[in-house]
């Protein structure tokens, strides 16, 4: 089974081409290949099928085997991976994902590599039965939730998926693992969630710290680098284009009036080989 790996702004991913391959049950595949110890090792993995709405589909698979309905910065690497083997060979391509088609416009390199990608992510959803969360509001702002008997005050939306969003002012003070863990499996998240931690250096530059449901702690966020500036613009932290510093990278998002986001970076081909069917 011959595999492409790629990392954007911290995340890394395997992908898979499957338009003219049948691959085994993908939710024990992606548990193989994404372990760092007997697979190839990755936060996520990708498989290219064909779309009867779309230029191509996306599936994308967590870590832990479960599969999501998107990934910010797996879309871009997805785009690179479907541009640069000529699987796709316009620069403006539609993808199909479980959470809608996504557009995306490719500048292409001097050796027309796919080198930035901007993606329109569409509209965030913030109504709490859609999230969802277990709190019935038409916006889920600034709410309080309890862990371990300290209330940390929190925000939260689906951007494909869903995401809460905790402002910090001190990182150091906060063990990110065990609270983001927590709050991805607290009974007000009936389909569990992301959690971002986020410290503002200005209205225009932002630090992220991610835990990704089904993945746990990672270097970097797609669609929490988007819900946080959302979030953000609307508490007036921010403005509406943000540096977002990942741990693993940078990426810039956009928003405009009426909230549609789009999320500009890049994706990098690191690897590639075939994975031993064991």
């Not at 499957?18 to 372990?35: I, M, P, R, S």
């Not at 391509?93 to 996504?102: H, R």
């Not at 889920?140 to 969003?165: M, N, Q, R, W």
């Not at 402002?167 to 009974?187: A, Q, T």
Request: aromatic share 8%.
């Amino acid at each position: 089974m011959n595999f492409d790996k790629y990392v954007a702004a911290g995340n890394d991913f395997i992908l898979f081409n499957g338009v003219n391959n049948d691959y085994e049950d993908h939710n024990k595949l992606a548990l193989k290949v994404c372990n760092r110890h007997f697979g190839i090792g990755a936060d996520g993995m990708m498989i290219v099928e064909s779309s009867n709405i779309a230029d191509v589909k996306m599936l994308y698979y967590n870590s832990d085997g479960s599969q999501g309905e998107m990934c910010g910065n797996g879309i871009r690497a997805f785009t690179k991976y479907v541009y640069d083997h000529n699987i796709i060979e316009n620069k403006n391509i539609s993808i199909e994902t479980l959470a809608g088609v996504k557009y995306i416009d490719i500048v292409a390199d001097e050796d027309n590599k796919a080198d930035i990608i901007k993606v329109d992510m569409g509209y965030p959803i913030f109504e709490g039965r859609r999230i969802p969360i277990n709190i019935h509001k038409e916006k889920i702002i600034e709410e309080i939730i309890s862990v371990d008997g300290k209330d940390y005050i929190f925000s939260a939306l689906t951007v494909g998926v869903p995401h809460v969003v905790i402002f910090i002012e001190d990182i150091d003070e906060l063990d990110i693992n065990s609270l983001g863990r927590k709050i991805e499996e607290d009974p007000l998240f009936p389909k569990k969630t992301n959690v971002n931690f986020i410290k503002v250096i200005d209205k225009g530059n932002i630090n992220i710290y991610t835990w990704e449901r089904g993945a746990g702690r990672t270097l970097g966020c797609g669609t929490g680098s988007c819900a946080s500036v959302v979030i953000g613009n609307i508490l007036g932290k921010l403005q509406n284009r943000v540096n977002v510093n990942t741990e693993g990278g940078r990426l810039i998002v956009e928003i405009n009036k009426d909230y549609r986001i789009f999320m500009i970076g890049d994706a990098v081909h690191v690897a590639k080989g075939e994975f031993l069917k064991r």
